[in-house]
Nanobody, 123 residues
Framework: QVLLVESGGGLVQAGGSLRLSCAASGRTFSSYAMGWFRQAPGKEREFVGAIDGSGRGTLYADSVKGRFTISRDNAKNTVYLQMNTLKPEGTAVYYC????????????????WGQGTQVTVSS
């Protein structure tokens, strides 16, 4: 069982930056690949990016590549999502998720989810 708690959401102007954090419970954090997803009102939850357990392997959605960076600190059981050059279409609830094994982009592959944190990007 892994409990995930996101933080760091808020209101930011277009072009600005925000860093989200996701704190995980448990003693085997490095065994989990961690993913970030987002869900805008009326839309399906979509993949943003993911990082493997070691922190050396990452995967990003094309829409955020070059602007968003995922990192993790296994000593702190925390994964981060650094978001730069934010766009209004980035307004959504952002979720972190965990799965044992390799990174995946499908939300169906992740067993554990946080409650989400709201990010609003004003134009």
């Amino acid at each position: 069982q892994v409990l995930l708690v996101e933080s760091g959401g808020g209101l930011v102007q277009a072009g600005g930056s925000l860093r989200l954090s996701c704190a995980a419970s448990g003693r085997t954090f490095s065994s989990y690949a961690m993913g970030w997803f987002r869900q805008a009102p009326g839309k399906e939850r979509e993949f943003v990016g993911a990082i493997d357990g070691s922190g050396r392997g990452t995967l990003y959605a094309d829409s955020v590549k070059g602007r968003f960076t995922i990192s993790r600190d296994n000593a702190k059981n925390t994964v981060y999502l650094q978001m730069n050059t934010l766009k209004p279409e980035g307004t959504a609830v952002y979720y972190c998720a965990a799965r044992v094994g390799m990174v995946r982009s499908s939300r169906n592959e992740y067993a554990y989810w946080g409650q989400g944190t709201q990010v609003t990007v004003s134009s």
